[in-house]
């Protein structure tokens, strides 16, 4: 299927039939300040602002608390129904990518996380390219582009009038089979594509990525690998306060708890999101921590993501959303972290 353009006077209308078809969760305003993802109900909820969400959309698949069962006299009672008909409009290609390390996670290696994975099937992502990357941004740094693709169903950018006119027309491009099939389904709201559309979209992109600086990352891994016992962990992780905003705002980060919440008889067992971070993480029921100190928890991090991902899932798993840079309160910079490490001798 060619691309086609959604016209902003359809916006509104493709929005209620999703809305109707499906839980269709979208950038909204937070109250926190910025955006957020949430469930919408209306196209007036949504806020498709160039910055990125406050937090990833990985918290649509991968709620920050969720009940897994409910018990009652100590036998199962009930295993919640997962609602997999989700649509995600606006999620940022760094995001859409990142979710497909997150399918690695929990469907990879013979199990099956079957939350996550059910919401994950029945979902349509429907990306949003970045044509003004913040500066925190870097996915071209690490594989990824502002107009990138991998992990949409159908990537969104801003047709005629371009990101500066609030809500402008939307050229849509299929991505996979389930993306051409919801512009099919869609195409009474749709028109296809013109010539100079398309054509200007590649400029778009290009534009976008011309934007961004790339950096190097090249060779961090050997040296986090050789350098475990560095006294540079200390040093880069000196004014870490261990408050885990990192690792909540990261679209990879998956770390959980599992406990039971009980009254009399009657409970249930919820999934919360955990953090590296956190002092307590690793902590044994002896009172031993492997990860005692800071720059322990903080290594940790970076080497997941930087070498031991790498290894175990052939990807580096980060996007370069920036969110960790983004909400650290003493602006540690990971990127900065990256390069000290990096220029260890
Ligand atoms: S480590 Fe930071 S920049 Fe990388 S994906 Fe996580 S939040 Fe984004
Ligand atoms: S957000 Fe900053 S201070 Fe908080 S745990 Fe992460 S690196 Fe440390």
């Not at 039939?17 to 269709?24: C, D, E, P, V």
């Not at 169903?153 to 009038?161: E, F, I, K, T, Y």
Request: one cysteine or more; charged letters at 25%; proline letters at 6%.
């Amino acid at each position: 299927m060619t691309p086609q353009v959604l016209e902003a006077r359809n916006f509104a209308a493709l929005v209620e039939a999703l809305r109707r078809a499906a839980r269709l969760f979208a950038p909204v305003a937070d109250p926190a300040g910025g955006t957020m993802f949430a469930e919408v109900s209306a196209a007036t909820d949504i806020a498709l602002v160039p910055a990125n969400t406050r937090l990833s959309v990985k918290s649509v698949f991968f709620p920050q608390r969720e009940v897994l069962l409910s018990f009652k006299d100590s036998g199962l009672d009930a295993v919640p129904a997962v609602d997999g008909s989700i649509v995600v409009l606006g999620a940022r290609p760094c995001d859409a990518r990142a979710m497909t390390w997150m399918d690695g996670v929990f469907g990879g290696g013979g199990r099956e996380d079957p939350y996550f994975i059910e919401r994950r099937r029945g979902a349509v992502v429907i990306a949003r390219a970045c044509d003004e990357p913040c500066a925190t941004c870097f996915c071209t740094s690490v594989g990824g582009s502002p107009y990138g693709t991998k992990g949409s169903d159908v990537l969104a950018s801003p047709a005629r009038g371009g990101p500066e006119t609030g809500t402008p027309d939307l050229l849509l491009e299929p991505v996979t089979e389930k993306g051409a099939a919801f512009l099919e389904k869609h195409a009474a709201l749709l028109r296809p594509a013109g010539e100079g559309e398309v054509t200007a979209r590649e400029a778009r992109a290009r534009a976008a990525e011309a934007r961004m600086k790339v950096l190097d990352f090249s060779g961090v891994k050997e040296k986090m690998d050789v350098g475990f016992d560095s006294p540079a962990w200390e040093t880069i992780t000196r004014s870490c306060l261990g408050c885990g905003a990192c690792t909540y705002v990261c679209p990879t980060c998956h770390c959980f708890d599992i406990t039971d919440e009980s009254h009399g008889e009657r409970g249930v067992r919820i999934r919360t999101w955990d953090g590296c971070q956190y002092a307590q993480f690793t902590l044994h029921a002896s009172g031993h921590n492997p990860r005692s100190h800071k720059q322990a928890r903080m290594r940790q991090r970076l080497m997941h993501k930087y070498s031991y991902a790498p290894e175990t899932a052939g990807a580096v798993f980060c996007s370069g959303c920036g969110r960790c840079v983004r909400a650290c309160p003493v602006n540690l910079d990971i990127r900065g972290m990256l390069h000290a490490l990096k220029d260890l001798p």
